[in-house]
């Protein structure tokens, strides 16, 4: 088949930029893929348990900031620490959390948190505890063999 010579020059420039595309596309989504938005700040994932505030898991009142407390929470296969919180009803809460060895989920049952711990990162979700009862956290990320046993709780008491 005869192709005509601009006909080819056309085909040649679509297909370039087809391919620059492509490119751009898979570089933006290898990025999103390392670097969630929710987990900005970094941790060597083998010293979680001599990092602040990972050192001291649970929960912390704090002074001068948008939140009144923090709410730490280390992840491991194939649990939290810590195991079961209560916070006051009512708190501005700010949740922190990582992993010390493979990806996790953060999940509070009944409610809108939901994040997916790292290793190497830092995840962090604010909100207020407005209802009393128990929260179930439970890991929406298949982690291994434990994962469905994978689980603690948040008791919002008044
Ligand atoms: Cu941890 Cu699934």
Redesign the pocket.
Known sequence: MHIHKYEKIWLIFGLTTLLIFLSVLGVSAFYLGNQPPSCLATINPEKVDTTKPFNKPGLKKVKGKAWDYELVFV?S??NYNPGEIEVPKGAKVKVIATTKDVI??FEVAGTNINMMLEPGFISEFETTFDKTGEFLIV?N????AG?HM?TSKIKVVE
């Open positions: 992840a296969a194939f996790h989920g890991c990320e298949y982690c291994g994962h994978m």
